[in-house]
């Protein structure tokens, strides 16, 4: 199968990257569909480890890394990390970036930050890199697009246009539409040789039977279709979201699997039905290193949320699930599984799209017994202890999908596959 996607099953955070850093080593072209520097995606390989927030986790083994038009892009962010990948040793001269990717420009991180602040207790929990912004200005349509580089003069008409809408919204004259452009075409020798059309390249490269994988960042609920609505990002982490973001046809994806930890976490506000406030999550957080890439936040933990996970399935059409961090379980006598939510004495049967009553709602679990061995050495699925593996069949006959890879450690070879992806 040479096209796959892989996206979060959850709220982020889940391992993306080390999954795909490791599907890449026989992926020819990587390709990152939606999102901005608003994600951070960890890579350890090698003994080194590799923070990256735009640039494809294909990079590390150097293939083909794709920006596709879906992504919002900050000139200065993005070029700061191909000069620390570079210095690295990562091999930076394969990574192209869509012509239609929008900019994310000093203006759009002022007034993430000042809406942040204004709407006090109602913080959405925004990482205020400007995403959100960026992409209003996409669907407003004055938003300004990596390709107008090209054209000095659109540029400077473009920029003035967004910038007296953003002084507008930010009640003052703080930005200068022409020393914007200015700043924008200094650095525009070292982007416009990186310039494609990328639905173009990567529709040619499936043409030729290249494996191709795509990257989805954040996670299923933060999506702004199909996540905890308005506690999410402004974009499309979902599979849906990896044909538009790139420019490829439904019928081009051949298979789809969901990254998931095997227990849950969530960054910033919104509801997260199995949180654990005690105790078992501290232990959760302090055992797994809970603290964000992008902002060293710690995060919310709670136990593996079947419902959360069977929405996955649903919304993106899942055939597999990739479980990370099954070692961070290792030494608990039991597990907990939420099977399902009750309300009001009721069980649900969906996932609630209304976020107020996600809030209410009360976790039913299951425990199942624990495993006391170290995982960080197996080599195969195999080599797990029996409850383990009984713990990761129960997740996938509940959730309803079969895993088909478990993470033992954040070391590139820590991964068990138990069949081949592509
Ligand atoms: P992403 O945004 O989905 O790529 O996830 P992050 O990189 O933010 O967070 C995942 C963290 O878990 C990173 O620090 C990874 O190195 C680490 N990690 C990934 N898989 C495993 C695993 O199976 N076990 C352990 N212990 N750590 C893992």
């Known amino acids: 199968m040479p096209t796959l996607v892989v996206v979060g099953a959850q709220w982020g955070d889940e391992g993306k990257g080390k999954v795909t850093d490791y599907l890449s080593a026989e ?3 990587v390709v990152r569909y939606q999102g901005g520097t608003n994600a951070g995606h960890t890579v350890i390989a090698g003994g080194r480890e590799y923070r990256l927030h735009l640039v494809p986790s294909g990079i590390v083994h150097g293939k083909v890394c794709v920006l596709g038009n879906g992504v919002v892009l900050d000139p200065a962010a993005f070029l700061q990390e191909m000069d620390e990948l570079a210095a690295q040793g990562c091999d930076v001269g394969r990574v192209v970036v869509s012509d239609n990717a929008h900019l994310i420009l000093a203006y759009h991180k002022a007034l993430d930050r000042s809406e942040e602040t204004g709407r006090g207790e109602a913080r959405i929990g925004t990482t205020l890199r400007g995403v959100g912004p960026a992409y209003r200005d996409k669907a407003a349509r004055i938003g300004v697009r990596a390709g107008d580089l090209r054209y000095p003069d659109l540029l400077r008409r473009r920029l003035d246009g967004a910038v007296a809408a953003a002084n507008q919204a930010l009640g003052q004259t703080e930005f200068h539409s022409a020393a914007l452009a200015d700043e924008l075409l200094a650095l525009a020798p070292r982007l416009l040789p990186l310039l494609r059309d990328t639905a ?5 490269a499936i043409d030729r039977g290249d494996k191709v994988l795509f990257e989805g960042a954040q996670g299923t609920h933060l999506d702004i279709d199909h996540g905890t609505y308005p506690f999410v990002t402004s974009s499309h982490p979902t599979a849906g979201g990896a044909c538009i973001g790139s420019g490829v046809g439904p019928t081009r994806i051949d298979r789809v699997v969901g ?6 976490t969530r960054v910033g506000d919104g509801p997260f039905p199995s949180e654990e406030l005690g105790p078992e999550g501290d232990l959760l957080r302090e055992r797994g290193g809970e603290y964000g890439t992008t902002t ?4 919310r933990c709670g136990w593996c949320d079947v419902p959360v996970l069977r929405h996955a399935a649903l919304v993106n059409g899942l055939g597999g699930l990739c479980v990370t961090k099954l070692d961070t379980l290792s030494g608990l006598s039991r597990v907990r599984i939420v099977v399902a939510y009750e309300h009001e004495g009721r069980r649900l049967t969906g996932f609630p799209h209304d976020v107020d009553l996600l809030a209410q709602v009360r976790p039913v679990y ?3 017994p624990g495993w006391s061995d170290d995982l960080s050495g197996a080599q195969r699925f195999e080599d797990l202890p ?3 593996r009984a713990y990761l069949d129960r997740v996938a006959e509940l959730v309803g999908v079969p895993v088909v890879m478990v993470g033992v450690g954040a070391e590139r070879g820590q991964t068990l596959p138990r069949e081949s992806m592509f």
């Open 27 to 29: 992926a020819d072209t």
């Open 296 to 299: 060293g936040r710690p995060r």
């Open 366 to 368: 299951e425990e199942v």
């Open 200 to 204: 173009e390249l990567v529709n040619q």
């Open 259 to 264: 990254v998931a930890k095997a227990y849950t």
């Open 386 to 388: 029996a409850t383990a």
